[in-house]
């Protein structure tokens, strides 16, 4: 006698049922035996409930979570940081090769090293990557948004354009430079250097740079973004680049770097 179409569909929907309640299980025993800041970045990725966000929508435990994992990537280290203020806002300049997500591992370094938020430009306008992003600081690439972080006393780092050597620093945003001569707040270049063969990574803060007295309006950011890309070619040319221990020492990143 042939199977009846309720046999047929009943059974694999049993194995998708007993599939189900077996992942649940799993990812429930998992999420037992884990820390708080682990438990915040699997809630972050659906497997479970994250920790409370600020203003802007940052989680201090998944970026804690992240942050850890993310030395597991890069060992930085960190010159120059004792010129950022410790509670007053700021902008932080890099420079950006692709792929290196330069201004995310200075976010998280320059957390660490003067115990405060720091907050970076580059959050995508989509689910689910930006709120994921959001949620360990990412900020919206338009001015708006950096000026009112800033205007709240918070320290936020932007990446220049992408730029495939190692000493040259791509165009710089002058309309987010803009927020920060508005809201009359430091402007710091910052180089960056990290390799993509290993570990290593280095992050070196540069001195603060003021608007031209003599300028207003858009001429101001304009001579201020370029002043910056200038001084963070020179920290560039001063730091050098890291060395792998191997024969691509000699060859370029080759573009392998970016926000």
């Known amino acids: 006698m042939a199977p009846s179409l309720g046999t047929v569909i009943e059974f694999p929907a049993r194995r998708v049922a007993g599939a189900t309640s077996a992942a649940s299980g799993a990812a429930s025993d998992m999420l037992a035996g884990v820390g708080s800041a682990t438990r915040s970045l699997l809630g972050a990725l659906g497997f479970g409930a994250g920790g409370s966000v600020d203003d802007w929508g940052r989680d201090p435990e998944l970026v804690s979570a992240v942050a850890e994992l993310s030395q597991l990537r890069w060992d930085i280290a960190t010159g120059g940081f004792e010129r950022l203020p410790r509670n007053a806002g700021a902008l932080v300049i890099t420079n950006a090769r692709r792929y290196a997500l330069a201004p995310i591992f200075t976010a998280f370094a320059l957390t660490r090293a003067l115990g405060r938020p720091v907050r970076f430009v580059g959050r995508p306008d989509d689910a689910p ?118 024969r691509l020492d000699w060859l370029p990143f080759m573009g392998l770097g970016s926000h």
């Open 129 to 246: 990557v930006g709120a994921f992003v959001r949620r360990i600081g990412g900020l919206l690439d338009r001015p708006e948004e950096v000026r009112g972080a800033l205007q709240a006393g918070e320290l936020v780092v932007m990446g220049a354009a992408p730029h495939a050597g190692t000493r040259a620093v791509g165009i710089i945003d002058h309309h987010l430079v803009g927020a920060a001569v508005a809201t009359k707040v430091g402007v710091y270049p910052a180089a960056t250097t990290s390799s993509p063969f290993g570990r290593q990574a280095r992050v070196e803060i540069g001195r603060r740079l003021l608007p031209p007295r003599n300028r207003r309006g858009p001429l101001a950011e304009l001579e201020l973004a370029d002043r910056v890309r200038r001084e963070i070619e020179r920290l560039l040319d001063e730091m050098g680049d890291i060395s792998t221990g191997t």
